[in-house]
């Protein structure tokens, strides 16, 4: 299962890619990871508040609604375990990714300067509760 998500991971950060043993300690430091053949999301709950880590769908697979979905199980999941908040960092250059999340209601809450080399990240969250 690892070293299939690391091939789906590649389709979808080929810049930045994480191996089948990143996946095996993002596992062993708490994150969940919620996968299909063509999606997955990683996120990070502590206390009340989650992160999500990192999400993506291959190219081919784009624009039917997985990565909603994927978000969507996330929040199931993360309402059973009573954490009420989700944030995230995104590329501001990253428009899929921004309006995909504008779109499932998160909202900006900040910026982190140059945190992508030289380009900034914004701070997106939403209230689950
Ligand atoms: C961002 C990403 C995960 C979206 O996955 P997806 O399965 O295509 O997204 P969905 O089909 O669920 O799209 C939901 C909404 O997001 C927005 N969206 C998704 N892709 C978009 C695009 N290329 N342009 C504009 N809006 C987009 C739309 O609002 C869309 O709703 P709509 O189709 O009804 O208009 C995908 O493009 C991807 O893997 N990108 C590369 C990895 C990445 O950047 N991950 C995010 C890191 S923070």
């Not at 990871?33 to 999500?52: K, L, M, P």
């Not at 428009?95 to 900034?120: C, M, Q, S, V, W």
Request: charged fraction near 25%.
């Amino acid at each position: 299962m690892l070293n299939k998500l690391a091939e789906l991971h590649k389709l979808c950060f080929p810049d930045r890619p994480w191996s089948a043993s990143d996946f095996a300690d993002l596992k062993k430091s708490g994150c969940e990871i919620v996968a299909s053949d063509n999606g997955f999301i990683v996120w990070r709950a502590v206390a009340d508040e989650a992160e999500i880590i990192s999400i993506g769908v291959a190219p081919d697979a784009r624009r039917n609604g997985i990565a909603g979905a994927l978000i969507l199980i996330m929040e199931q999941e993360l309402k059973k375990q009573s954490v009420h908040n989700v944030f995230l960092e995104v590329s501001e250059v990253n428009i899929p990714a921004k309006k995909l999340y504008e779109k499932y209601g998160f909202k900006p809450t900040g910026t982190r300067p140059k945190y992508y080399n030289g380009i900034d990240a914004i701070i997106m969250r939403k209230d689950i509760s």
